[in-house]
């Protein structure tokens, strides 16, 4: 499962809960765009309609990374009144926006992500919790630049509520990731089991698919001399041939098979991002080194 | 009629509760932003009823919750909070909490926790 699969399936699942409580709030006013992934380095802000009202809610329990939802002012103005049962504004005023409005859509965030947070935590098998909302005014492009941390991975989704543009942008620790991608392969797994197909790699057989492997992670190798191990000591070091910057090996039964970054998530936890795959035919993985 | 506390960290939702129970004909007699404020209020007017929000800043509702009950194991509390939030509204039921509200709501559903939690 790729990255990009992974993120644009927790890009929907966020969007469609968040959805679910706008269209909740203010019936037969929202419409959802579609989830893009944000690429490396770009600005998941970029081109937003300034000023732009930003409330954001961050994933806690030690997972960095949340969301930012944007609106123009007019759009906090109509989704309040319309939580409050009032008659929808037609056009903005140069007054700055009241604290129950700016309350209003705080609170429309708090409930959007909750929701969010739900189906993230059926979804990833992890209970996902949320801190409290925080809302600012961006100004600028250049306001909106550092405003939020960066983060690994993100998505972003547009919304139009009730006749104004806004913008879901989810900031996706890795964590996240790699418990997407894990949950979807099972679930590939599991539509094979039930005698599904899918075109991951048309050189195995559904069998070989279905067969469990163990997957190492080599973080370095060094050589010595047999006399040292014989009597190690505890807290003696042996440096191993790579730097700390330096790629590492993914290996099934001793053969390579990538090369890869090692992450810590959750904040506790090992993975590996895979930077590159080598040219390996699938079943060699069965075949042990030195064996027959 | 039940004298009643609403605890929210937004100041749209207070609004949002205290007019579906004043409409139900209640009274509010008072308002906490945070679950410190909300122990405070409660020690100083000794509501019939307190709404708790699970998510504030600072203490959330359910140290707030324990607060409460512990000086008052009476007290009569219905969590009110968003979706998502399970396994924190399961605590709270165990902690002593009579009902939990998700939002959001109708103003019927709160009128109705209230009415059973009162009877």
Known sequence: MSTEEALVTLGETTADAALGVLASLCPEGVEKGNVGVVQPGASPLQ????????????YTDGVSGGNVFTMTRLGVRRLAA????????????????DEMETSALGEAMNQMMAA?????TKALGYPVDISVPTTRVLQSESDAEGA????????????????????????VPNAFVVRMGRALDNEITEQDDRG??????????????????????????????????AAPLPGEVIELNRTAHDPIDLCVNGQRFATGELLLIDPNDWAVRIDHVLDVNPADYLTPIGGT | ?????????????RKVLSDALTTGGHEIVGE???????????????PDLTTLDITM?????????????????????????????????????????????????????????????LA
């Open chain 1, 82 to 97: 319309a939580m409050m049962g009032a008659e929808l504004p037609s056009e903005d005023s140069d007054t700055e926006l």
């Open chain 1, 196 to 229: 599904g197909e899918h075109n991951a790699d048309p050189g195995l057989s559904s069998k070989l698919r279905r067969t469990h492997v163990r997957v190492a992670a080599e973080l370095g190798r060094a050589q010595v001399r047999l006399k040292r191990l």
């Open chain 1, 116 to 120: 969010g947070a739900a189906a993230l």
């Open chain 2, 57 to 117: 800043p600072e203490a959330d509702g359910l140290h707030a919750l324990r607060e409460i009950l512990a000086s008052d194991p009476a007290a009569k509390v219905i969590m009110c909070s968003a979706l998502g939030a399970e396994d924190k509204v399961l605590e709270a039921i165990r902690l002593g909490a009579k009902d939990f509200i998700v939002k959001p709501f109708q103003a019927e559903r709160v009128l109705d926790a209230v009415s059973k939690v």
């Open chain 2, 1 to 13: 009629m039940a004298r009643i506390l609403v605890v929210d960290d937004a100041a749209f939702m």
């Open chain 2, 32 to 46: 906490a932003a945070n679950g410190n404020e909300a122990v405070t209020r409660f020690q100083q007017f000794h």
């Open chain 1, 148 to 171: 939020y941390p960066q983060s690994p991975h993100a998505t972003r989704v547009s919304f139009t509520v009730l006749g104004e543009s806004c913008r879901l942008i989810q900031l």
């Open chain 1, 47 to 58: 081109s937003l309609a300034y000023p732009a009202i930003a409330t954001d809610v961050a």
